[in-house]
């Protein structure tokens, strides 16, 4: 068998290495289309992402701007988001007055003319941002001090699914041709949401002792809706001064709460004072996990067991 000479063996390495090119390059155009045909999603927190990607499934690129540990009232989106957000069809922004969204949603829209907008909180009744919810008998409130609307609405179930269902409706308005999809998607989902109500309000039903005490005054649509009582250490954003300590220890004590429940993007120290006063403990539970329905679960455990 004649040898290949020193010329002809390059020139057949030379195409093999080009044919294997060509195919790495072809298969990075496949991989870049797939990933283009999807519906760029932006959304403000990470538990508009879970809503998102239970709708959108496979369908859907999701983008958070304020990411895991963030403080949402004075986060600054990265390049990056930005540059994410210029490509995206859709901005679903929670729409009941987050400060991020205050500061931030026209430079934003600006950046993105010509992606839909969709308020996750319409057709959601916005509520005063109070210090406590007394339920005796009839829902009653207590009249606030300060006059600033509540923003943390996704904390009640019943909220989150009104919230679904916007993102569904803003989903098939970009995208109609997958429009069954996403409602049996959405359909899905808000059966796993209304199992998360029943659940929620099965285990708190045996409560006798409906008052809990909180850092951030994140969770008054959940205290709302299961009829319970929020006790902030934090007023207005503010640090309690020692006066306003020695009364939130007074208030634990009378009310025997056990349990101080704080957020992992504040810091716990007045917490933690309050706690070593009582003989209690402190509990962090994250209003912005991205896993929802989960971490309302976590916040139903404690909660019948700090109430017990």
């Not at 519906?39 to 895991?68: C, D, H, K, S, Y």
């Not at 990265?78 to 400060?99: C, D, F, H, N, R």
């Not at 943390?152 to 069954?180: E, F």
Request: charged share 25%; net charge negative.
């Amino acid at each position: 068998m004649p040898r290949l000479s020193s010329k002809t063996s390059f020139s057949v390495i030379l195409t093999v290495l080009l044919v294997v090119l060509s195919a790495i390059s072809i298969m990075s155009c496949a991989q870049e289309e797939e990933v283009s045909e999807k519906i760029g999603v932006v959304v403000t927190i990470l538990p508009q992402a879970e809503f998102v990607e239970n709708v959108g499934g496979e369908r859907v690129n999701i983008t958070v701007m304020v990411p895991p540990g963030a403080n949402i009232h004075i986060y600054e989106p990265s390049p990056s988001q930005m540059t994410a957000l210029a490509k995206a069809e859709m901005y679903a922004k929670v729409g009941s007055g987050i400060e991020f969204e205050l500061v931030w949603t026209d430079k934003l829209i600006a950046a993105n003319k010509d992606m839909l907008v969709v308020d996750c909180s319409q057709g959601i009744e916005l509520q005063v941002m109070i210090g406590e919810y007394e339920h005796e008998g009839e829902h009653e409130e207590e009249e606030p001090e300060h006059g600033g609307m509540d923003p943390h609405v996704w904390m009640s179930p019943l909220n989150a699914q009104i919230m679904v269902r916007n993102i569904c409706d803003g989903l098939i308005q970009v995208d109609p041709d997958s429009k069954t999809y996403y409602e049996q998607n959405r359909d899905a989902y808000l059966q796993k949401l209304a199992e998360l109500d029943q659940d929620i309000r099965d285990g708190l039903s045996g409560v006798t002792n409906r008052k809990f005490m909180v850092y951030h005054p994140a969770f008054g649509y959940f205290a709302r809706e299961y009829k319970l009582t929020m006790l902030p250490i934090e007023e207005e954003g503010k640090e309690p001064t020692a006066a306003g300590l020695a009364h939130l220890i007074e208030q634990a004590k009378e009310h025997e709460i056990k349990v101080i429940f704080a957020e992992p993007q504040f810091n716990p120290q007045s917490a933690e004072v309050i706690a070593e006063a009582i003989g209690g403990r402190v509990v962090f539970i994250d209003p912005l996990a991205r896993d929802y329905i989960a971490n309302l679960r976590m916040l139903l455990d404690e909660l019948v067991q700090a109430m017990e």
